[in-house]
């Protein structure tokens, strides 16, 4: 668990392994009012594009100026599915 004040600046959620070459890619952060934090990243067994592995996610929790940070498991649907749909009043075609 990381735990981080708002006001203290950077911190890092996705650490680099300099020895197996384990590297993340692409981060995002979504904000949920009014206490939920999402942190996405791609991992990747090598800085190279085709290597990626999974995407993985750290959940947060704002209490305050104070953010706790956990790792999270993400699962594969089955069958494979899209997660993301269009609007029903967005066509398609």
């Known amino acids: 668990m990381i735990k ?5 600046g950077k911190v890092t959620l ?5 020895q197996s ?10 904000y949920i009012p009014p206490e939920t934090l999402l942190a996405f990243a791609e991992k ?3 800085a190279r594009d085709e290597d990626a592995e999974y995407l993985v996610l750290r959940r947060g929790r704002k209490t305050g100026t104070l953010v706790e940070v956990i790792p999270c ?3 594969p649907c089955r069958p494979p599915s ?3 749909r269009s609007p029903p009043e967005v066509s398609q075609h």
């Open 44 to 46: 990747r067994s090598s």
């Open 82 to 84: 899209l997660a993301a």
């Open 73 to 75: 498991a993400l699962f």
């Open 14 to 18: 996705f650490h680099q392994d300099r």
């Open 4 to 8: 981080a004040s708002m006001s203290s």
């Open 21 to 30: 070459g384990v590297t993340y890619r692409i981060p995002a952060l979504l």
